[in-house]
């Protein structure tokens, strides 16, 4: 199979920040804003392998300034590495001021998504490989974090060994 640039992975959402978007303190939910974040990155992984993509684990997100009603918000994400099947995807949030331009990165996030066929097998995805610096930056350090993914989806699996899938207002529950 071949490799790819990562440039061809890119994908960009944009959205503006409505009152319902909101919460309490009048910055836009987590939630809402995970929810764009597992959405375009599964959009750069699929424009990677051509095929259905699962989330296998959503690594990281980083809140880092808050969004505003005043804001859109921007989002951008390409796959940064690949293994077999699987791919690693960043995105980077960007807040954009609407009154007065000013930008200022937000959020990022790390996500590993599985590539599948219509069987729900496995299947093979190309290997990328990276053209400017930040692209560069972002591939060279992927093992460690997929050597960081792989020891904590073991230690959740040890803890979800030990814990109880009953409820306690069911008879027999806790």
């Known amino acids: 199979m071949e490799s790819t640039p990562i440039r ?10 409505f009152p319902t978007d909101v919460n309490s303190y009048q910055t836009l939910f ?5 929810a764009y974040i597992d959405d375009i990155a599964s ?3 699929a424009k990677l392998c051509r095929a ?9 997100v980083d ?17 940064t590495w690949s293994g077999r099947s699987s791919m690693e995807t960043f ?9 007065t331009g000013e930008r200022r990165i937000a959020a990022t996030a790390f996500l590993t998504f599985v590539a599948m066929d219509d069987h729900g097998r496995k299947v093979e995805v190309p290997q990328v490989y990276p053209e400017t610096e930040e692209e560069r930056k972002l591939h060279d350090s992927a093992p460690d ?3 960081m993914r792989r020891q904590r989806r073991e230690a959740s699996r040890e803890l979800a060994e030990f814990l ?11």
């Not at 300034?65 to 918000?73: A, G, L």
């Open 43 to 45: 959009i750069a992984a």
């Open 164 to 174: 109880t899938s009953d409820y306690p207002w069911e008879p027999g529950g806790r």
């Open 8 to 17: 061809t992975t890119r994908s960009y959402k944009m959205a503006r920040v």
């Open 52 to 60: 259905n993509t699962i989330t296998a684990s959503t690594d990281s």
């Open 63 to 79: 809140f880092l300034y808050p969004i505003y009603m005043t804001d859109s918000v921007t989002l951008e994400s390409f796959v």
């Open 145 to 147: 974090r997929a050597a």
């Open 30 to 34: 987590g939630g809402r804003l995970m």
């Open 91 to 99: 995105v980077k949030v960007v807040r954009e001021d609407l009154k």
